[in-house]
């Protein structure tokens, strides 16, 4: 690798050079991207706090919060370092074409864009025709018919136990459950990790090498019902709050 290149992809250089040239825009510029950040961080806050029905309706009385959010959250995504989605790409196209995946969360639906697998995309606003908007607590997709089913930092609210058992509904047996989340959410990954067990999943892989975020992968290995959920143990994971800056 060239120096330039090395230069070109350290993310502390990069944020320096993203902040003079945030200077260097004439003061209107600077002031409107604070408010759009500030509203960002404000909607950020309501969609971990809130359950995913608030959040849907949130979304509903006003469309723009989506896209308002979703400017705010690609912004963030050009600071970091790596793109899960990526990794849960590169994960996906090794695995056979017939299977069905599920994108709980999808965002612009990248995953659907990427793979030769059929993929069904959920989000709670529809940002192009290969989005289903829906709650993904409550997804329209049949029980035991997906193969592969993933969470790609989109375990937001104050219902993840909901999330997980969806999850569990719509797999097959030994269906594959992919989970990529910012590590500073866990309290200790490995309560996180045995807590699963209880919703029907068994760990059989995780990356939590990277600095940001921790991959894992999850195998289902019983059915578990909603009518269970007063029995099971609450999932618990922080919010994740972007600083002012």
Same mark, same amino acid.
């Given at each position: 690798?060239?120096?330039?290149?090395?230069?070109?992809?350290?993310?502390?250089?990069?944020?320096?050079?993203? =902040?003079?040239?945030?200077?260097?825009?004439?003061?209107?510029?600077? %002031?409107?991207?604070?408010?759009?950040?500030?509203?960002?961080?404000?909607?950020?806050?309501?969609?971990?706090?809130?359950?995913?029905?608030?959040?849907?309706?949130?979304?509903?009385?006003?469309?723009?919060?989506?896209?308002?959010?979703?400017? &705010?959250?690609?912004? =963030?995504?050009?600071?970091?370092?790596?793109?899960?989605?990526?990794?849960?790409?590169?994960?996906?196209?090794?695995?056979?074409?017939?299977?069905?995946?599920?994108?709980?969360? #999808? &965002?612009?639906? /990248?995953?659907?864009?990427?793979?030769?697998?059929?993929?069904?995309?959920?989000?709670?606003?529809?940002?192009?025709?290969?989005?289903?908007? #829906?709650?993904?607590?409550?997804?329209?997709?049949?029980?035991?018919?997906?193969?592969?089913?993933?969470? #790609?930092?989109?375990?937001?609210?104050?219902?993840?136990?909901?999330?997980?058992?969806?999850?569990?509904?719509?797999?097959?047996?030994?269906?594959?459950?992919?989970?990529?989340?910012?590590?500073?959410?866990?309290?200790?990954?490995?309560?996180?990790?045995?807590?699963?067990?209880?919703?029907?999943?068994?760990?059989?892989?995780?990356?939590?090498?990277?600095?940001?975020?921790?991959? %894992?992968?999850?195998? /289902?290995?019983?059915?578990?019902? /909603?009518?269970?959920?007063?029995?099971?143990?609450?999932?618990?994971?922080?919010? #994740? %709050?972007? /600083?002012?800056?």
């Amino acid at each position: 690798m060239k120096a330039s290149q090395k230069i070109d992809n350290n993310p502390k250089i990069m944020n320096r050079k993203k =902040q003079r040239e945030f200077w260097n825009l004439p003061l209107r510029e600077r %002031m409107m991207s604070h408010l759009k950040a500030s509203r960002f961080r404000f909607i950020n806050e309501q969609l971990y706090t809130n359950d995913s029905n608030a959040n849907k309706k949130l979304f509903q009385e006003d469309p723009s919060a989506f896209y308002a959010y979703h400017e &705010g959250y690609k912004n =963030q995504v050009e600071k970091w370092p790596m793109n899960p989605v990526d990794v849960i790409i590169k994960s996906l196209l090794k695995m056979p074409k017939e299977h069905v995946i599920a994108d709980f969360g #999808c &965002g612009e639906a /990248k995953i659907a864009e990427s793979v030769p697998q059929t993929v069904h995309s959920f989000d709670l606003v529809a940002v192009n025709e290969k989005v289903k908007a #829906c709650d993904i607590a409550n997804t329209p997709l049949l029980t035991g018919r997906t193969n592969v089913v993933v969470f #790609c930092l989109s375990l937001m609210g104050s219902n993840l136990n909901d999330y997980i058992l969806e999850a569990n509904r719509v797999l097959i047996q030994g269906g594959i459950l992919k989970i990529a989340e910012v590590e500073s959410r866990f309290e200790k990954i490995e309560d996180f990790i045995h807590q699963m067990k209880s919703y029907g999943f068994v760990n059989t892989w995780k990356d939590l090498s990277h600095n940001i975020f921790y991959f %894992m992968d999850f195998k /289902k290995t019983k059915d578990v019902s /909603k009518t269970d959920a007063k029995k099971l143990p609450n999932l618990l994971l922080k919010s #994740c %709050m972007y /600083k002012k800056r």
